[in-house]
Nanobody
Framework: QVQLRESGGGSVQPGESLRLSCIGTGVRDYAVGWFRQAPGKERQFVASIAPRKWDGGSSIYGNSVLGRFTISRDDAQSAVYLQMNNLKPEDTGMYYC?????????????????WGQGTQVTVSS
């Protein structure tokens, strides 16, 4: 059974940074993505990364986080990270880690079959 566990969320001020972690037994072999959802809004794609053995672990990003967020993986730790820099109030939301059953990165939530419980990120002055 696939289980994903997120951590690293918190409350920060605009311009600060956070690093989210996603730990799961299958993250080394499949594409993993991060999504976020603010209250009253649809779930939004943040980033996705392919397995290292597939295309060297290529990644894609949502337009709103490009240049500020970086997704990476540590296969020894069975982890995928989301480094978030220069955070803005509009980055506030619940952040979810998700895993596909395939190796290709995808930006659509329905392409991911496994989800964690989420970790809250709040950016406010």
């Amino acid at each position: 059974q696939v289980q994903l566990r997120e951590s690293g969320g918190g409350s920060v001020q605009p311009g600060e940074s956070l690093r989210l972690s996603c730990i799961g037994t299958g993250v080394r072999d499949y594409a993993v993505g991060w999504f976020r959802q603010a209250p009253g809004k649809e779930r939004q794609f943040v980033a996705s990364i392919a397995p290292r053995k597939w295309d060297g672990g290529s990644s894609i990003y949502g337009n709103s986080v490009l240049g500020r967020f970086t997704i990476s993986r540590d296969d020894a730790q069975s982890a995928v990270y989301l480094q978030m820099n220069n955070l803005k109030p509009e980055d506030t939301g619940m952040y979810y880690c998700a895993q596909r059953s395939g190796q290709l990165t995808r930006s659509v939530a329905s392409e991911y079959g496994y989800w964690g419980q989420g970790t809250q990120v709040t950016v406010s002055s």
